[in-house]
T-cell receptor, first 115, second 113 residues
Framework: AQKITQTQPGMFVQEKEAVTLDCTYDTSDQSYGLFWYKQPSSGEMIFLIYQGSYDEQNATEGRYSLNFQKARKSANLVISASQLGDSAMYFC????????????FGTGTRLKVLA | DAEITQSPRHKITETGRQVTLACHQTWNHNNMFWYRQDLGHGLRLIHYSYGVQDTNKGEVSDGYSVSRSNTEDLPLTLESAASSQTSVYFCASSEGQEAHEQYFGPGTRLTVT
């Protein structure tokens, strides 16, 4: 069974600084994907970044990067140069690439960017 | 533009009533999913479908059912609403089984009194 653990219920970061949101995963699949989603106070779910388990390089999308450490089963999200608009809930998720292809989400981390 | 919509956006119902939440996507995606979001639990998968006439149970499927009669729609039915089903419900779709991204609807806030 897959499991996603996000141990930081809440985080604060100063505007323009970088912040790392932690995510560890547990899966028995040999091939899988890892995702991060942002949920602002308005409630919609916004896809941020994807990392495949066989990707050799860490994924990057603009100010977002995913620090993927396969041996440690971690997939931390790094946001560089934080902006006030980054204040939101962030969810880590995984999906196996075999069997049922279900997405499993973590419980989320609420990030607050301080001016 | 393609989109995924949910209706109603807000619903208040009484315990024991049957409730159906609609989800409609114009992405022409094969995969559709229903989640519920509760504080402290993140998003939990209720049901999912990989195509017309295909439905599967997720981790919290008790008390819920879905049917997939066409590509665009996956309605979620609460057979007999319970207060424990008060939640925010999200529908999502994705293109294929190895698709990277899910597209989410705006959510439906359901209150069962």
């Amino acid at each position: 069974a897959q499991k996603i653990t996000q141990t930081q219920p809440g985080m604060f970061v100063q505007e323009k600084e970088a912040v790392t949101l932690d995510c560890t995963y547990d899966t028995s699949d040999q091939s899988y994907g890892l995702f991060w989603y942002k949920q602002p106070s308005s409630g919609e779910m916004i896809f941020l970044i994807y990392q495949g388990s066989y990707d050799e390089q860490n994924a990057t999308e603009g100010r977002y990067s995913l620090n993927f450490q396969k041996a440690r089963k971690s997939a931390n999200l790094v946001i560089s140069a934080s902006q006030l608009g980054d204040s939101a809930m962030y969810f880590c998720a995984s999906k196996g690439h075999s069997g049922t292809y279900k997405y499993i989400f973590g419980t989320g981390t609420r990030l607050k960017v301080l001016a | 533009d393609a989109e995924i919509t949910q209706s109603p956006r807000h619903k208040i119902t009484e315990t024991g009533r049957q409730v159906t939440l609609a989800c409609h996507q114009t992405w022409n995606h094969n995969n559709m999913f229903w989640y519920r979001q509760d504080l402290g639990h993140g998003l939990r998968l209720i049901h999912y479908s990989y195509g017309v006439q295909d439905t599967n149970k997720g981790e919290v499927s008790d008390g819920y059912s879905v049917s997939r009669s066409n590509t665009e729609d996956l309605p979620l039915t609460l057979e007999s609403a319970a207060s424990s089903q008060t939640s925010v419900y999200f529908c999502a779709s994705s293109e294929g089984q190895e698709a990277h991204e899910q597209y989410f609807g705006p959510g439906t806030r359901l209150t069962v009194t």
